[in-house]
């Protein structure tokens, strides 16, 4: 009987425990679950949750996907990352949580989008210096690259559609092939997170195309099936 009651004591203690953390958040939104994707790389984590319309994500793993980490103060209410001090913080399951565009701006991201329906954050970032060069080319997507660095015509060259990363593309000059011409140490993904390569292509083009006039091969590596890269309009 003894047992019974201490058991029966825990268990209404357990449940006013219960009550009083659901009424201390009157008036907010509850925390949910969600996916966030930097270049379509999940960053796992549990407390990645969605709070007051806002996205917050695990600020040790959204650095640990760049190679860098994320240092809390010690007052808990601030979180260094890349030379950027981000105060919109929140703990969740026992993790430092910041809202997903301060990460984003930390990283010089392009953009950071929300698919509600799928509960997803979808970060684009691309190598810093990355910019536009073409609209949306069918079956490919836009054209990014950075010219100030000197990356073209060979590249890295990213495909974005929708504002999520399709393809990385080199262009080489066939003269380059035939002269036994090295490319080595071309930047691609590094310093960002790289998803999986889906399939290749190696097209040769001819009489080149507008950005590079001269025989060369297309080289392009994408990170979706050939079914979606086809509906890219």
Known sequence: MKKKGAMLLVL????????TVASAHAGHSKPHGLTVLINGVQVQSAANHRWDGKAYVSAAQF????DLEATVSKDRRSIAFNGQTITDI???QGEATAWVRELAKAVHAQSVAWDQEQEEVYVLALPKGSVQITPVVPAMGEHWSNPQAGDLPTGPIYGVYNGKLVFLEYMIAQEDFV???????????????????VQLDIEFQATGHEGFEVPHYDIHAYFITEEEQQKIK
């Not at 002269?179 to 390569?197: E, F, I, R, Y």
């Open 179 to 197: 002269n036994g011409t090295d490319h080595a140490n071309l930047a691609g993904m590094k310093g960002v997170p790289s998803p999986s390569v």
């Open 63 to 66: 650095a640990k996907l760049f």
């Open 90 to 92: 929140r703990w969740h």
């Open 12 to 19: 209404m203690f357990m449940m006013l425990l219960g009550g």
